[in-house]
């Protein structure tokens, strides 16, 4: 059976001309996928009974359900774990901007890029996420929240650019008119640094914002936090970065998650700053979230705000990531991770 949210327009078309409908036919079934966002054939009420019990017999839409959800009393903040139609997980995330709704998508079931400070391949690598099930998380938490999402940020679990087709066929299709129309201005693509797929990015033509996870200024420490600096060190992955914003006039930003004693010292931003050194770029700086298994400490108040004013000395553009939603931050993966091992959490709404 295909998955039959996971076909473009034309693709669509062509799957459809067996059944020889009429073209509207399309256009109809189309926004009923993408601009509507149905789970069901049986919500698509314009299509006969028998025209829906064909497309049930040749394709299938790939289920998404509210597992738990939590929703932070602070700042309403909503964080969501959806079951895939295999019964595997997968987290999101919805955040209230001053310009509007943000939602952080999942691109994998787990990840295979071990960060250690990372919640996310606790878990272990299952698979990716298809095209339909990246859009569905959009489309269910716009449907849950009655709102309307204008940004994505792709950030949840798993690395985006592993799952490099799917993550791009998703992307054509938000920004499809006939579907969500969400600009691709207005989507943040966050990577550990697969050298090569960034260069693919730049090629794309899509306008879309880079952001790379660095955490450490060199080498020595990046490949013993993250192990795909041992593939592609820091000077390879800042320099595929000043490529993509020359290319794409994108500006790019930098993920700097602060660990205590780790990669939080003056050195270490000493040493970041002249890496960045003429590049306009942007540092975000993260206090590291807890994640049980790892053991990390965040750094103090004082050492993130002494980091963040050594970069700004020196020239690089840097501010402290505002946290939302702390008091149900279950940090990247661990939703998925606590579902596996059978844990509850009494927090769940
Ligand atoms: N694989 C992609 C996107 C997913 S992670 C990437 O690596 O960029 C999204 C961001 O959260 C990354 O910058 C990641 O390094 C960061 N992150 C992961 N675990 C974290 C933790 N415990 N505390 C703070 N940031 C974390």
Not at 26 to 47: A, C, P, R
Not at 170 to 184: A, H
Request: hydrophobic share 35%; with cysteine; proline share 3%.
């Amino acid at each position: 059976m295909t998955d039959i949210k996971s076909l473009d327009f034309d693709e669509l078309n062509t799957a459809l001309s067996s059944l020889s409908l009429p073209s509207f036919r399309t256009k109809q079934i189309y926004s009923w996928l993408h601009e509507k966002g149905v789970e069901s054939f049986d919500e698509m009420t314009n299509l006969s009974k028998d025209l829906r019990e064909t497309l049930k017999a040749k394709f299938f839409i790939p289920t998404l359900i509210i597992e738990d959800k939590y929703v932070s009393k602070l700042d309403s903040t909503v964080k969501y774990l959806f079951r895939l139609y295999d019964g595997e997980y997968v987290e999101s995330v919805v955040m209230k901007y001053k310009y509007g709704y943000t939602i952080c998508v999942s691109s994998q079931v787990g990840c295979k890029m071990g960060c250690t400070f990372c919640a996310s391949t606790l878990a272990g690598f299952k698979r990716n996420l298809m095209p339909s099930e990246l859009e569905s998380q959009i489309h269910i938490a716009q449907r849950d929240l009655g709102i309307r999402i204008s940004h994505i940020v792709l950030m949840g679990i798993g690395e985006p650019l592993d799952n490099y087709e799917n993550v791009i066929k998703f992307l054509k299709t938000v920004n499809d008119d006939r579907g969500l129309n969400i600009s691709l201005r207005d989507v943040t693509l966050s990577t550990c640094g697969v050298v090569p797929k960034i260069y693919d990015l730049m090629n794309e033509g899509m306008p879309i914002t880079l952001t790379l996870s660095l955490h450490a200024p060199n080498d020595r420490l990046r490949s013993g936090m993250m192990p795909v600096n041992n593939k592609w060190g820091v000077d390879e992955a800042i320099k595929a970065c000043r490529a993509y914003a020359e290319k794409t006039g994108r500006r790019v930003s930098f993920e700097y998650t602060l660990i205590n004693g780790v990669n939080d010292t003056e050195s270490c931003a000493r040493e970041l700053a002249s890496k960045l050194k003429g590049f306009i770029c942007h540092v975000n700086l993260i206090p590291v979230n807890d994640v049980r298994e790892r053991g990390n400490v965040r750094s103090t108040e004082k050492n993130i705000k002494n980091f963040r004013d050594i970069l700004c000395s020196l020239g690089i553009n840097a501010t402290i990531r505002r946290t939302l939603g702390s008091d149900i931050n279950a940090s990247c993966g661990q939703l998925r991770r606590k579902k596996k091992d059978g844990d509850t959490d009494e927090n769940c709404c």
